[in-house]
């Protein structure tokens, strides 16, 4: 990388920074050498209701046990609310931004402690109580922030599943956890389109016997069918309970959340966080990361529905006592300038979004952007996937006018938090690049035998020790969490990310190494699209592999063996398409789908999937080495009718 794509910290950044380049590299050096002194005054952050003694307890080998400030207790919602209220009672806490731009409110903390004290009420009305499941499958409203505090403060563990899932995926995380709650709305609103929240619920609940109580919040007003004694108006039960509700106290290795992902192999996994290290880890990578300073207006783009969501919209922010931006729409409605005037309207200073939404805006022309006063923003930042230095840089000219230092942050759901990422006042930035380590993080790189490479290198990317913000296990099944992510590499946390570092030491996440692949920052195990596919009375066989694509990152191309006798046609094309997006969600519609008489295996009959990704990025003049195939004459037909010409 040449010299002119290093962006030196601008002098604006060093204002009143949390962290400059020494006091960076003082802190990390402290957080590694010694974390029981760091972890301890980081986790002063935090209230306790009870201190915790031990700092650590984390051990990758053997059964994998991982436990921070295990003899400390606190709750999760009271950080996010009560310890604000003697100071800042008054300040907003929430600024909702609906989908029509006429539609906005403030919620300051004093009153985001009443709601959620009412839905906690509603809750244990119904009868929950601590350790149950519940699943909240809502639209961008303040309610689905209400509800998830709300479960944290009677302590049970909210799964949130996004309101893009399709019935059958729902009906999947519901059964997975065994949850008997599900919150829910009439219908969500997304570029003045109609979401059916409820009557997806009720599809998905004729496979959930168990589900006992769905408290639902009016948000359209939409028809809705309706279940006696299952089904629950929130309005109408909370206008029956009081607004006081006491914070259960919890350990800190009590569960606060489950939140499912695709992984590279069957259904998705219940990522399973813990209260007391995921909230120190989600306050200091938020203060951090995006300097966070008392008063700043602070707006992350994603949808609860994700991790980014959690972390960054909902606890990260709150427990800091920042304002917190809620946006129920699109960035393309009512027009492709809707970013940048909400940032307009609520004079936004930190801004996070994700490079698939930078593409897409980028394309449709600056004159968007640059019609809206855009001064109050300070900091850019951005998550989910690689970013292209193409998209950097226009993200930083044409949206931050050359001023904003941009945070390119690298984690995952499992991370519970930033992982990799520039801090603005400390680190230099290079387009495309997430930089150095957050404080704790030990990252290194490995060949595919597991060795350790040093200096400027390129290998599989693995954390080699333990961090607050990490999962514990996969909910119901710690055998897949030790086999997921602690058996490729021994005594190692092995991300499924490939990685490359430069001679400055800087890390640049290259993308996937596993059979998951990303979409518009939406991960997606191609075993879940396959096995969506074959449910098809007509198809035998799928592989599904990801292609390069301008604006989602990734697309999804599958090949599609049929039973002898079946004919393809468009038809069927179309019913394929149709059954992916029953079975998972508009998420995972298929760009591409290409019938094939055989997809080409090795002489043990695995498929050879390098083969098809090459033909899927049109690719196939360099196949690499064939001669494997147990009939190479299978890939002829293949380059003949690829889809992605
Ligand atoms: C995967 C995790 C973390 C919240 C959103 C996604 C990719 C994420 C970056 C980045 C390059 C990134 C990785 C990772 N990824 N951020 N800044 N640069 N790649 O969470 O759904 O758990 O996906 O997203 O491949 O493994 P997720």
Request: overall charge negative; glycine content about 10%; hydrophobic content about 35%.
């Amino acid at each position: 990388m040449s010299e002119h794509f290093v962006f030196p910290v601008p002098a604006s950044a060093l204002e009143g920074t949390h962290c400059t380049k020494e006091q960076y590299d003082a802190l990390y050096e402290q957080s590694i050498n010694d974390p029981d002194g760091f972890w301890k005054d980081q986790a002063g952050r935090i209230d306790w209701m009870k201190p915790f003694t031990k700092v650590k307890n984390a051990s990758f080998s053997g059964d994998i046990s991982i436990k921070w400030f295990e003899d400390g207790t606190l709750n999760a919602s009271a950080n996010c609310i009560d310890r604000h209220l003697p100071e800042r009672a008054n300040d907003t806490a929430i600024i909702w931004e609906g989908d029509d731009p006429a539609d906005s409110k403030h919620i300051t903390f004093s009153e985001l402690y009443e709601q959620v004290c009412q839905f906690a009420n509603v809750l244990k009305k119904r009868g929950a109580k601590k350790g149950d499941r519940i699943t909240i499958y809502m639209p961008m409203i303040p309610e689905a922030v209400y509800a998830m505090l709300a479960c944290a403060r009677i302590g049970a563990v909210h799964s949130v599943v996004f309101g893009g899932f399709s019935p059958d995926a729902l009906a999947g995380r519901i059964q997975d956890c065994q949850s008997t709650f599900v919150i829910t709305a009439d219908e969500g609103l997304r570029g003045a389109k109609k979401v059916p929240l409820k009557a997806n619920v009720d599809t998905a609940l004729e496979q959930c016997p168990d589900v006992s109580s769905v408290v639902v919040v009016r948000r359209t007003g939409g028809e809705v069918a309706w279940s006696e004694g299952r089904d629950v108006w929130y309005h109408e039960a909370a206008a029956t309970v009081p607004a006081e509700c006491p914070p259960e106290e919890m350990s800190a290795e009590d569960p606060l959340f489950i939140l499912y992902t695709s992984g590279s192999t069957g259904k998705p996994k219940g990522v399973l966080h813990t209260t007391g290290g995921y909230m120190v880890w989600a306050a200091m990578t938020h203060e951090y990361v995006f300097d966070y300073k008392q008063g700043d207006i602070y707006w992350c783009t994603a949808d609860v529905g994700w991790v980014t969501g959690h972390t960054y919209i909902v606890y990260g922010p709150l427990a800091n006592g920042a304002t917190t931006l809620v946006f129920e729409g699109i960035p393309t409605y009512p027009d492709a300038g809707r970013f940048w005037q909400v940032c307009e309207k609520h004079k936004v200073n930190i801004f996070y979004t994700a490079p698939t939404a930078i593409r897409a805006l980028e394309r449709l022309g600056d004159e968007f952007v640059t019609k809206h006063d855009r001064s109050s923003i300070r900091l850019l930042g951005t998550v989910g996937e690689p970013i292209n230095p193409e998209a950097w840089l226009w993200y930083h000219k044409v949206v931050g006018e050359e001023r904003c230092p941009i945070v390119d942050t690298w984690w995952q759901t499992e991370t519970g938090g930033v992982m990799i990422s520039p801090l603005p006042g400390a680190t230099d930035l290079k387009p495309g690049s997430a930089t150095n380590p957050m404080f704790g993080v030990k990252p290194a790189l490995v060949d595919q035998d597991g060795n350790i490479l040093e200096g400027a290198t390129s290998g599989n990317l693995v954390i080699t020790d333990s961090w607050p913000g990490q999962m514990r296990s996969v909910f119901g099944d710690h055998d897949r969490f030790k086999q997921t992510y602690f058996s490729t590499y021994k005594g190692m946390y092995f991300t499924g990310d490939g990685c490359r570092r430069d001679e400055d030491g800087y890390y640049w996440i290259t993308g996937r190494v596993d059979d998951v692949i990303n979409v518009s920052g939406h991960r997606m195990g191609t075993a879940e699209v396959e096995s969506a596919l074959v449910e098809h009375d007509l198809v035998a066989e799928a592989a599904v592999v990801g292609f390069p694509h301008d604006i989602k990152g990734q697309g999804i191309y599958a090949y599609v063996t049929l039973f002898e006798g079946a004919e393809s046609s468009e038809e069927l094309r179309k019913e394929l398409v149709a059954l992916v997006r029953q079975e998972i969600g508009p998420i995972a519609t298929p760009d591409f789908i290409q019938f094939a008489p055989a997809l080409p295996k090795t002489r043990s009959g695995k498929i050879m999937r390098r083969i098809l990704r090459k033909i899927a990025e049109n690719e196939f003049g360099n196949l690499g080495d064939t001669s494997t195939l147990a009939d190479p004459g299978v890939v002829d037909d293949l380059i003949e009718n690829r889809q992605n010409k």
